[in-house]
């Protein structure tokens, strides 16, 4: 059982904004940093946001990561069909052990 | 380009071990860790430890704590990820990623393609 907590489903039609929430509490995303992969059907995770707003090299700049307190959130703005995806956020916690979310399902509609 | 080449399917039956390697090329293999992560079918990830390429230190997930062992052989880039003890609920895709240094490259990436393990009698 996941400690990160996500919705379970999102959706948005072409070119419209996006955001998953990630919830957590003071001993993980409180105290560490927050990563997000993206999971394309069939794939292995790719890094999608590294320390909590950090895009690495050949993401988007569509994509976007924040964090406030034990929260955090991804967005993702001009949805494009190839978004269609699980995206996972990710967190350490002070136990060392990371711990990822539960996953939410983007749609494209 | 950093790429993990995983090794192919196992079908194992319940009680068994799985030993899944994990090749990596493109970079210093002894400059980060390696993770390993599974995910049942249908469901989310997991994360099940992690292993140092440099001096072989190991963090594994609690509840694999005693099952799960990590190694790596700096001769050939290569980390192994063995599972003891399998029961039905161990059947999954396990990745292994670059990273999850706690507290430094503390992300995962890349990853590997994947390896499906399925226990069944």
């Known amino acids: 059982q996941s400690v990160l907590t996500q919705p379970p489903s999102a959706s948005g039609t072409p070119g419209q904004r996006v955001t998953i929430s990630c919830s957590g509490s003071s001993s993980n995303i409180g105290s560490n940093t927050v990563n997000w992969y993206q999971q394309l059907p069939g794939t292995a995770p790719k890094l999608l946001i590294y320390?909590?707003?950090q895009r690495p090299s050949g993401v988007p700049d569509r994509f976007s990561g924040s964090k406030s307190g034990t929260s955090a959130s991804l967005a993702i703005s001009g949805l494009q069909s190839e978004d269609e995806a699980d995206y996972y956020c990710a967190a350490w916690d002070d136990s060392l052990n990371a711990f990822f979310g539960t996953g939410t399902k983007v749609t494209v509609l | 380009q950093v790429q993990l080449v995983q090794s192919g399917a196992e079908v194992k039956k319940p009680g068994a071990s799985v030993k899944v390697s994990c090749k990596a090329s493109?970079?210093?293999?002894?400059?980060?860790?390696i993770s390993w992560v599974r995910q049942a079918p249908g469901q989310g990830l997991e994360w099940m430890g992690w292993i140092s390429a440099y001096n072989g230190n190991t963090n594994y997930a609690q509840k694999l704590q005693g099952r799960v062992t990590m190694t790596t052989d700096t001769s050939t880039s290569t980390a192994y990820m063995e599972l003891r003890s399998l029961r039905s609920d161990d059947t999954a895709v396990y990745y292994c990623a670059r990273g999850g240094d706690y507290g430094d490259y503390d992300w995962f990436d890349p990853w590997g393609q994947g390896t499906l393990v399925t226990v069944s009698s």
């Open positions: 320390s909590n707003n």
């Open positions: 493109g970079y210093t293999f002894t400059s980060y860790g």
